[in-house]
């Protein structure tokens, strides 16, 4: 943010958001990632999130992201230039840090690091359930993160693998962590997070949301999503998350193949809207139907 890219100062526009506005950053220099605290809040940030958890390699090859974990020292760095920057004082806003079990499987130190986080005065953990080595191949594992949660005061929250009302209730038991990140699993069904509050709530499934409510808030996403980009960018940026909405649906592979065609936006929100007018035709409900 602080070279005043486009892609990052249009990120950092919040008119509009829903509050507690809260911004992410990434990097490996202390007062760097200080300044940028300091430039979000003041562009409205309510919470600032630190990525060490980041397995990507363009972000741990400038030893930012979960690279920082081979360097605790750094880290400790990191985490008090940004909370002395922004959190603390008569204008302070929460700092929360981002974090996986460590960079390998011989080298797991999500708690030495969760002990510098708290007493750099770090007010959230989440914790991803691999290694950076591990990027998302194989399962996440919980005992990292109950043994965090064991031993620290700060709230902790628990991320990786969560993608099923059933499998959220599971890693809160495992874990016994204040709250749960979902990432991967709500790409395409952000209606996930209502699943899993009302299974937690009420031990009950709901029932596969209505075609006509899913169609809708995919014509919001898409319109927003077009508005942000603009057309050259937002028309290719949308097929993943079109594709991500309709994986294993009824003739979804079809459908994607001939969305991934439109030249413009209009047209591939026409195509959008005539794919699910069509399901509508043989159920009320989505149908899943084909194999993810």
């Known amino acids: 943010m ?15 958001e829903f509050k507690p ?16 605290a300091r430039l ?11 990525n060490m958890g980041c397995p990507a390699k363009k972000v741990c090859n400038v030893a930012a992201g979960s690279a920082l974990l081979k360097d605790q020292p750094l880290v400790q760095q990191i985490v008090e230039s940004v909370v002395q920057a922004v959190g603390i004082g008569p204008d302070a806003v929460p700092v929360t840090l981002k974090i996986r079990t460590g ?7 999500a708690l030495e690091i969760a002990k510098i986080a708290q007493e750099a005065g770090i007010s959230m953990l989440t914790i ?17 993160i109950a043994a965090v949660k064991s031993r620290i005061g700060i709230p902790v929250v628990a991320n990786g693998d969560i993608d099923s009302p059933e499998k959220a209730k599971q890693v809160l038991r495992i874990t016994g962590a204040d709250a749960l990140m979902i990432g991967r699993a709500a790409q395409g069904r952000p209606w996930i997070f209502r699943e899993i509050n009302h299974y937690l709530t009420s031990g009950e499934i709901l029932p596969a949301p209505h075609i006509h409510e899913i169609q809708a808030i995919l014509n919001e996403h898409l319109l927003d999503h077009y508005a942000f980009y603009g057309e050259y960018t937002g028309l ?6 079109i594709a991500w909405y309709c994986k294993g649906l009824r003739n979804s592979h079809a459908f994607r193949h001939l969305m991934n065609s439109a030249e413009d936006c209009k047209t591939q929100l026409q195509l959008v ?7 509508k035709l043989h159920s009320d409900h989505l149908l899943f139907l084909e194999a993810a």
Request: proline share 1%; glycine share 6%.
């Open 2 to 16: 602080l070279w005043n890219s486009e892609k990052t100062l249009r990120r950092a526009n919040h008119i509009g």
């Open 21 to 36: 506005i809260a911004v992410q950053i990434a990097g490996a220099d202390p007062n760097m990632m200080a300044q940028a």
């Open 40 to 50: 979000n809040v003041d562009r409205g940030a309510q919470i600032i999130d630190i």
């Open 273 to 279: 809207n005539d794919y699910f007018d069509e399901m």
């Open 236 to 241: 290719r940026t949308a097929r993943k998350h």
């Open 103 to 109: 960079w390998d499987r011989d080298h797991k130190n």
């Open 128 to 144: 991803h359930g691999r290694t950076r080595a591990d990027l998302y191949h194989g399962d996440a594992e919980y005992e990292t």
